[in-house]
């Protein structure tokens, strides 16, 4: 198979070309521009009318690059560059001959909302690897990113920086006023940058750039134009400091009652320009409680929920510190990494040990610096250290122990960041007491070096990763560590050795992949990784399983130049074949999907999965137990949104799932609905709704009295609603108002509960025999779960990086042991009669620039 894709991808990358109006390569226009000098500040006000702007030379040669890669762009454009010693300057001119009919729509900073844009890319490094996104449309709604890894976008990064925009005869203007305290670039008396401009005309669904992105090339930053004449630009150092007062009401329950606490906390957050290419940002007792709350889920697996880090600090600057580990294909490589934020400030692991319902939910961060930059060489680096303390639950029991966590990424680029080297590292050390001495690992260490290679034209990747951990411990951490979900040492048909007197466990993990990722319209990947059963990373990263190794491979057909079905499609293929690292067959599968845009701007998404293809095994289902044989299974999904631009946007999603022969199946639906009521008041609606019948649902392992151990399972019917609304309005682009609710409810009921009997079997009958223990059968288990999650943010930007937080969170939890008969209106309305937990934050800061 593989010979066959690489023979392909190399004819095609030989006779196939990119799309254009006529069927060449389209030919590019001038890629530099000259960026001229201020004598003093301008008047941003998205007027041309500063004096250097009449003496400055226009960029005109933008093409269209989606849905027609090298045409004529409808409309023109026109962008002229400016600095002076505190500021660059950027001023864009957009023609449209029906200025009524731009696009235009409020919305808090950093949303996307469906209008015209204008976007400046900034590559100040001038490396071809990182840069910097700001974006504003005709309302004056800004949105900014930091960019990593030629294309890898940080939406957490919030740049202090400044536009005006106006409407008039001739179309839409756009003045830019990024101050260059906000940009990292190398000390030079001779400055130049890589600079591309980027517009959004969206009642056309149409892009145009200066110089010409093409889609079918690899990257973002490395396909940027240049801009030159800067001269004597001042160092970047500078120091800003952004203090910050928090009052939080929270609801606490105590003793028969509940207490509502006032509290009146500060804390900093500060960033400083160690040297023209180092950052150190830094946060002292932070306050995140303007955040999004996580959304309702119940878990019924053995593997951990991965929760996205929604928390500015730890997101901004993330990607530099990002070292994936199980990716199947480099372009999607999942949750799984070598740091994941959320370990900092977690929910304290023996709450339920020790801590009861007014046990402290999060760990407290009492303070936390992260160091990042890039030299000239084309080194980058990124640095994180973070301490959080100790909290007690009942009668001063430790339930997290103060803990000290540090990371450390490096990446070196060689041939213009065609070929990039790195090395990680993370470290976490535990101040263990007499609580938590026995349950949790007292130190964690793990190292790794990866590297990616580009060729031929950048269309063909090579990436390499290598890993290896230590974790250690008191004894019975470390056969904890053993016996989790993550490694299994202990089930009984297995190769791995359980040593319950083992004081520190070893691992690692590798990974290598080859791939086509750029050029014509065939593309592919291929990888081959493989986890040791003892490498451990979920200290301070995110792993769900070791003793794992897998072959996989990707192809997919891209045709980006509309046809006369739609106008852009994508059809992708997939196979893999997973077993553990002794050989034990875990899971051999096929999936293809396909992803099409029609003409009238609807998108359509289709798969289907074969999985558990030959004879396979479920390592994991037993719970430590021996390997269950599975049978094969299938599932198919779909899904469609309307056009975007609509005042009312629906879409609609569903899946489906079969397998042991049909005993075991699922099939869910999820529609919803975007609404654009004005220019100010938008929001959401969905529902989400899934029925599944699991036949072999792990129920519990016990032990008989001769101690032999009893792997059972049971027939479980559930079914799990949840409906998620959001509100948004938007006085100005610095005052908004959001509201979140999220209602969800899950209830199943077990029935027909067995035991393992020949969990190897060819038939699915003979795997399972009743089990005797009529205590545990004759009351099989139930649950009715619900949930509510709700908030409210006011966010008053009142001065340029200064904020104003006003926060009201709700929660409700209730859970029963029945299924019940009620409806989920009922099972709602039993849930509104729970206690609810609120809390109510006001949260002010202000920021500082010296």
């Excluded at 320009?273 to 306050?287: H, I, R």
């Amino acid at each position: 198979m593989l010979a066959v894709v690489v023979a392909m991808s190399l004819f095609q990358s030989g006779l196939v070309s990119g799309p254009s109006t006529n069927g060449s390569r389209p030919t590019p226009g001038p890629r530099s521009a000259t960026a001229i000098r201020s004598a003093k500040p301008l008047v941003l006000d998205g007027k041309d009318d500063d004096e250097v702007w009449r003496g400055a030379t226009p960029i005109t040669s933008f093409q269209e690059f989606d849905p027609i890669q090298g045409k004529e762009p409808r409309f023109r454009t026109e962008a002229k560059v400016a600095y002076d010693g505190r500021n660059l300057y950027v001023f864009v001119r957009m023609y449209d001959p029906e200025p009524e009919k731009i696009l235009r729509q409020l919305a808090r900073r950093d949303i996307r909302t469906d209008t015209d844009q204008i976007k400046v890319i900034l590559d100040p490094y001038h490396d071809r690897r990182s840069g910097y996104e700001f974006a504003v449309n005709p309302a004056g709604v800004k949105r900014d990113f930091a960019i990593y890894n030629d294309g890898q976008e940080d939406d957490a990064w919030d740049g202090v920086w400044d536009a005006a925009t106006t409407i008039d005869a001739l179309g839409w203007t756009a003045e830019f006023r990024i101050p260059l305290s906000q940009l990292r670039y190398n000390a030079a008396q001779s400055q130049s940058f890589g600079f591309g401009v980027w517009r959004d005309i969206e009642r056309f669904k149409e892009r145009v750039s200066w110089p010409l992105y093409r889609r079918d090339a690899p990257g973002l930053v490395s396909q940027l134009g240049e801009v030159v004449g800067f001269v004597d630009l001042p160092s970047p150092r500078r120091l800003e400091v952004r203090p910050y007062a928090v009052t939080k009401n929270t609801t606490l329950p105590s003793g028969t009652g509940y207490n509502h606490p006032q509290q009146l906390t500060g804390g900093l957050d500060f960033k400083y320009g160690v040297s023209s290419n180092l950052t150190l940002d830094g946060t002292v007792n932070p306050d995140f409680g303007q955040v999004e709350a996580d959304p309702a889920v119940l878990n019924l697996s053995a593997f951990e929920t991965f929760f996205q880090e929604r928390r500015p600090f730890f997101i901004e600057g993330n990607g530099l510190l990002s070292f994936p580990i199980n990716c199947y294909i480099v372009r999607d490589c999942g949750s799984e990494n070598l740091f994941y934020s959320r370990r900092i400030g977690r929910a304290p692991q023996l709450t339920d040990a020790y801590g009861d319902a007014s046990s402290p939910t999060g760990t407290t961060i009492l303070g936390a610096t992260k160091l990042t930059g890039r030299t000239a060489s084309g080194l980058s680096v990124g640095a994180l250290e973070a301490v959080t303390g100790r909290e007690e639950g009942t009668l001063g029991r430790t339930i997290e122990p103060r803990s000290n966590y540090s990371v450390f990424r490096a990446t070196q680029d060689l041939r213009r960041g065609e070929t990039v080297l790195g090395v990680m590292g993370t470290l976490v050390n535990r101040s263990n007491d007499r609580w938590t001495d026995s349950s949790l690992r007292s130190g964690a260490l793990v190292g790794g070096v990866d590297f990616r290679h580009r060729f031929l034209g950048s269309r063909y990747l090579v990436v390499g990763r290598l890993v290896g951990s230590r974790v250690t411990g008191s004894p019975e951490a470390i056969a904890a560590t053993q016996t989790d979900a993550v490694h299994y040492y202990q089930r009984p048909d297995g190769a791995l050795h359980y040593n319950p007197t083992r004081t520190s466990l070893s691992g690692d993990a590798e990974e290598v992949t080859f791939g086509k990722v750029g050029g014509g319209q065939f593309r592919f990947e291929t990888s081959y990784q493989r986890v040791s059963p003892g490498f451990e990373p979920n200290d301070l990263g995110f792993l769900q399983r070791g003793d794992w190794q897998a072959l996989a491979a990707w192809e997919s057909i891209q045709f980006s130049k509309p046809g006369p079905f739609f106008r852009q499609l994508y059809w992708n293929f997939n196979q893999w074949s997973e077993a553990t690292t002794a050989g034990l067959a875990t899971d051999r599968g096929m999936n293809t999907n396909v992803h099409l845009n029609l003409p009238n701007n609807f998108w359509v998404h289709l798969g289907g999965t074969f999985a558990g293809l030959g004879t396979n095994f479920c390592d994991r289902c037993a719970r430590g137990g021996p390997a269950l044989r599975v049978d094969h299974a299938q599932s198919m999904w779909g899904g469609f949104q309307a056009d975007t631009r609509w005042a009312v946007t629906p879409a609609l999603w569903f899946n489906t799932w079969r397998a042991d022969g049909g005993r075991t199946s699922s099939w869910g639906i999820s529609p919803a609905v975007d609404l654009r009521v004005s220019t100010r008041w938008t929001g959401s609606f969905g529902i989400d709704y899934r029925r599944s019948r699991d036949d072999r649902q792990w129920y519990g392992n016990y032990l008989d009295g001769s101690k032999a151990s009893h792997y059972t399972f049971g027939h479980l019917e559930q079914r799990t609603t949840s409906l998620t609304a959001r509100v948004n309005y938007t006085a100005s682009p610095t005052l908004t108002v959001q509201v979140y609710t999220q209602p969800f409810v899950s209830k199943g009921q077990y029935t027909d509960i067995r035991e393992l009997n020949n969990p190897r079997a060819a038939s699915y009958t003979d795997r399972f025999k009743p089990y005797a223990d009529t205590s545990v059968t004759n009351n099989p288990a139930a649950f009715n779960y619900k949930q509510f999650r709700s908030n409210l943010v006011v966010r008053w930007e009142y001065r340029a990086g200064s904020a104003l937080f006003l926060v009201w969170q709700q929660g409700r939890l209730d859970s029963e042991s029945i299924y019940g008969n009620r409806s989920f209106g009922a099972d709602l309305n039993q849930l509104w009669q729970a206690h609810p937990d609120n809390t109510l934050l006001i949260k002010l800061s202000y920021w500082f620039d010296r």
